[in-house]
């Protein structure tokens, strides 16, 4: 399975675009790129996947350069209630083995 | 749909004695996961069912440890006998194999374990 690197902190401000970006130099063909968001005492949520390119949703927006050997997740206007921790996946699709890294752990503030 | 439903939200058990957390996967969901978290080691995944068949179980720590999925709608993860290591929040997640970019996992709220 890809390992994931990606910044285990940031700080941000409300109405601030955030960029998280996540490295994985050994993905796969068939893996797919896939975000979670989890908040305090709550189980990981997904937020967008993607394979390459561009992907945006209502939430979120995710580049993914040719290589594939990285992506930044992108929130817009982030505001308190994004703080949490953000994980990127690295994976094949159909019932895929699902691991998960340190994450990010985004703090926005007022 | 109510989605992954886990019980007990919390379990305060003694060290010995065996411990059941219960997990209902969202309906038409054929795979099934069990995670743990801890501020050590971060989410690890335990075992994950595809079918109702166990495909991968080697993140289960020990032979303590034990997973069932006995139909669709019901998993249950065992330890037995408890320790207090085994302290954790225990999350169910489901999802639709075989289907692609969809294949998204949905988590339940977690079992707060805590063995003293």
């Known amino acids: 399975l890809a390992k994931t690197t990606q910044p285990i902190s940031m700080d941000s401000y409300e109405g601030q675009e955030v960029n998280i970006t996540c490295s994985h130099n050994?993905?796969?063909?068939?893996?797919?790129i896939t975000w979670y968001q989890q908040f305090p005492s709550q189980g990981p949520r997904f937020i967008i996947q993607g394979y390459k390119t561009k992907v945006t949703n209502e939430v979120a927006s995710l580049f993914i350069p040719a290589d594939r050997k990285s992506s930044t997740l992108s929130l817009p206007r982030v505001s308190l209630s994004d703080t949490a921790v953000y994980y990127c996946?690295?994976?094949?699709?159909?019932?895929?083995?699902?691991?998960f890294g340190a994450g990010t752990r985004l703090f926005v503030k007022a | 749909d109510a989605g992954v439903i886990q019980s007990p939200r919390h379990e305060v058990t003694e060290m010995g004695q065996e411990v059941t957390l219960r997990c209902k996967p969202i309906?038409?969901?054929?795979?099934l996961f069990w995670y743990r978290q801890t501020m050590m080691r971060g989410l690890e995944l335990l075992i994950y069912f595809n079918n109702n068949v166990p495909i991968d179980d080697s993140g289960m720590p020990e032979d303590r440890f034990s997973a069932k999925m006995p139909n669709a709608s019901f998993s249950t993860l065992k330890i037995q006998p408890s320790e207090p290591r085994d302290s954790a929040v225990y999350f169910c997640a489901s999802s639709r194999s075989g289907q692609g970019i969809s294949s998204e996992a949905f988590f339940g709220q977690g079992t707060r374990l805590t063995v003293v």
């Open positions: 996946l690295v994976g094949g699709t159909g019932g895929f083995k699902t691991i």
């Open positions: 050994n993905i796969a063909t068939n893996d797919y």
């Open positions: 309906s038409g969901h054929n795979s």
